[in-house]
């Protein structure tokens, strides 16, 4: 048996008649880009995140980069991260000429603990990651800025849908940022990224920055870039959307099935899920001293398991001279932790027989 982490053919196959129609429907238009596509997707998914602005922008790299310098940071100012994340999150920060601060990890969750954060007179954001789709403890992260006035951008790169004490993530900080890369739980058939916010003058800033800080055809009120969710793949999410809230509900019942049996092996740990939250499970990652040989056993069998992410950021070699302190629970955890495969089309077979190799090899 072949199973693959995500498997892109079996979400697209019930629906690939209904996304050919819209991608032929905007190619026959001739309008490709900052179309009547886009607008009808960033109004769909604000509403969906129950925020008054959604900005399509081009990845989600670019979302955290735009909204970053839409909310006024720059060189001099710092933004704490975590260091278990995806190494755009520090560039963003990076790309905006402030500079990264990381930060340890809640053991259990893979989130940020902002207890571990070394605060200075130059900090002025914090990024809270919504890692692996969980929801990262946003009252504790909102009471932390709220002490020091710092501005929150949330990272909900991997949590398109999940909620924090019935909010949808996105909806919390000053600004959330979403990618659409195609695996995501909202994928596109290329790059993509949104922002969503309810303040006003972050969503005029996003809009003019990504698109050369253009208000006129030849008006130009700030230096800009070029950043635009194209018009193709506006009407692929637009479809795709509509599926999310049903996909989401099955990756919750896998990660239910996938806990049950595992949860009785003494060699793996489980993900931990904080009661106010719900999970949307991007990824199942279970955590084991034996990582290394259960990844090659699994693959052996024909079950593609992966490393999400085996190198903090801080260590990576992009930071590692600029940072020189240890972070031992997000360290430790880079040891052990695998995802295992995850998808909503994933069948309760499959994971019968995933779990039924775990225990073999373990």
Known sequence: MKIHLIDLKRQIKPIRAELKREVKRVIEDGWFILGENLKKFEKEFAEYCETRFAIGVGSG???LFLSLKALGVGPGDEVLVPCNTFIATAEAV???GATPVFLDIDPR????DVMSADVTAKTKAIIPVHLYGQPADMDTVREFA???DFIIVEDACTAHGATYKG?????????????????KPLGAIGDGGMVTTDDDEIAIKVRQLRNHGRIGQNV?????????LDEIQAAVLSVKLKHLDEWNSRRRMIGKKYDQLLGEISYVQTPYCIPSAVHVYYLYVIRTLKRDLLKAKLNKLGIEAAIHYPT??????AYKESYSGELRHGERAAKEILALPMFAELTDEEVDYICGAVRSCL
């Open 61 to 63: 790299t670019d979302a």
């Open 312 to 317: 903090p950021i801080h260590m990576q070699p």
């Open 146 to 148: 709220e002490k020091h």
């Open 220 to 228: 130009h009120v700030r230096v800009g870039y070029t950043s635009r």
């Open 94 to 96: 990076s790309h905006a």
């Open 109 to 112: 969750t893979y989130n940020l």
């Open 167 to 183: 909010k949808k993530v996105g909806s919390i900080g000053d600004a959330g940022c979403f990618s659409f890369y195609p695996t």
